[in-house]
Each structure stands twice: as C-alpha cells, then as structure tokens.
C-alpha cells in the first residue's frame, strides 16, 4: 500500500535552506502543532533536514528524524508519546485530559535536549456555519468537485480548509492544507462558496485534481488567527518556489514556536466526511 508522506515534506519545506549546509548543518527542532475545538492536542516532533538529504526515501527520513524523547506539556498538562495511529511513521504527543475550547489560551512547551521550546495560540472564535455538496464534473465518468459553503464569519477571522483522501488505490492522505479565505471574502451577509479539489501529493506527476466515485473524503473548515493563517500562506508560497530548482527557496517557513521551526495554532474546526 502506497502511503502518501505529507507532514514529512513538510519538515523539508520549513527548513529547505540552513544557515550551514551539507554535512556540517546542525538539525533543528520541527514542530507541526495544533488544537481542535473539543480536540485533544496534536504534537508532532521531528529534526530538521538537510538540504542534502531531501531525495532519500521517506520512510528512513522518518526513521532517524523522528523525536520520541521530548518532554511535552500544554498548559502545564503533560502530553504523552505515542506512535501515530494513521500509519505513518511518526511520534504523536497528546492528552486525552485536555480538549480544546473556545476562546481559550493554550502555551505549548518542550523540552528537548538541553533546550526549551515554547508557543502560544487561541482558539478565537465558534466553529464556522458551513455545508458541503458534490457536483459532477460534465462529461466525467465518476469524477466530482466539492463546494463548501461558508456563512459570514465576521473581520478580524482567517480560514482554511482541509482535505484528506481515502483513495481506490489504497492512497492514505494527511489533512493537507488546501483553500484559505478571510472575512474579505465575503460581501456583507452573503455566504461565499469554495470549490475544493483533490490535494496535490507528487510534484513531479501530473495528477487528477476531481475526486472519484468509491473514495471517502474528509474536509476540516477551520476558524483561526492571522498568524495561524499566513503560517500555511507561507506554506503554499515555498511548495510553489521548491517545485523550481532554477528558484531554491532562500529562507524558512513562517514559525510561531520560540527557538524551533514550526507551528502551534488553535483551530475552530467543522468537521465532515462524505462518500464520493
């Protein structure tokens, strides 16, 4: 089963170029980190990874980069390590004794080796009002797109949707950012409708951007900060400059953890899953 790796491309894209590179460059601490209203924390550790080593297989990647030694807390709640359960090869810290709520204040803080780490979010905001329909693509044979539709959220709020896909072929697909909005988006009280496509997963193949009849498909619509949202805007710009080796990206993702690479945000989510 052909398993898609997108958090470990992630480790590559925020750190793609070092201070020192090659053999010499020292690994950085990864921080892919969140809360979900109503959710358990999600803390994802790994060491940074050297420009050199971008081409090697995943799966060793993961292997010697994973961090399952770190001491994890979140507001003073422990988070205990434990192998990820969506098949990837990769260390989860979380606590069934904390879940997210609204208009709370969450400081996340590691310890790793002699260092500490520390990041601060909110969830802001009630989940977004929102509904999701599928629509044949004319001409197609089983191939759909998704339009989700999102009630005005007020200024001041940033989003962003989430795909993951359950292919025919065995695929298995992370919540891989995909659409963003803000409160500019929407024109007084109207609602504005989003078209959601199939995530991107190999740069180097052209892949069908519709959704297929027989996969299951599960959409996050998420409410967040400014800095939360330009977190994954920064995303998006270095996935589209590292798709060029005529243009390397000069420079790190957009992070919000002290003294790491990364991100800890608070999400106000709707969650949902449809059969296509």
Not at 118 to 136: E, Y
Not at 176 to 184: C, D, E, I, L, R
Not at 258 to 275: C, E, M, P, R
Request: aromatic content about 12%; some cysteine.
């Amino acid at each position: 089963m052909k398993k898609i790796l997108f958090l470990a491309s992630l480790s590559v894209l925020i750190c793609s170029c070092s201070d020192i590179i090659g053999d010499y460059a020292m690994p950085r601490l990864v921080v892919e980190s969140y809360i979900d209203n109503d959710s358990a924390p999600k803390v994802y550790l790994t060491k940074s990874i050297d420009v050199f080593e971008e081409y090697r297989h995943f799966v060793t990647i993961q292997q010697e980069y994973v961090v399952k030694d770190a001491s994890v807390s979140v507001n003073g709640i422990p988070l205990e390590q434990e192998d990820s359960s969506d098949g990837y090869l990769r260390s989860c810290y979380t606590s069934n004794s904390l879940k997210g709520a609204i208009n709370q204040d969450y400081e996340l803080r590691i310890v790793y080796g002699n260092n500490e780490y520390l990041g601060h979010t909110s969830i802001i905001c009630n989940p977004p009002v929102v509904s999701v329909a599928k629509h044949c693509i004319p001409g197609s044979e089983g191939k759909y797109r998704l339009d989700v539709t999102i009630k005005p959220i007020g200024q001041g709020q940033y989003g962003r949707i989430f795909v993951k896909v359950n292919s025919l072929v065995g695929q298995e697909y992370l919540l891989a950012p995909n659409t963003g909005f803000t409160y500019m988006d929407f024109d007084s009280s109207d609602s504005i409708v989003l078209s959601v496509l199939r995530p991107t997963t190999d740069y180097l193949e052209i892949e069908d951007e519709y959704f297929s009849a027989g996969e299951t498909v599960e959409l996050k619509v998420s409410l967040m900060d400014s800095i939360g949202y330009y977190v994954w805007n920064d995303f998006e710009k270095h996935s589209d400059l590292s798709r060029n080796p005529m243009f390397p990206v000069n420079g790190n993702m957009t992070g919000t953890v002290n003294n790491a690479l990364g991100y800890w945000i608070g999400y106000a989510s709707a969650f949902f899953k449809l059969d296509i």
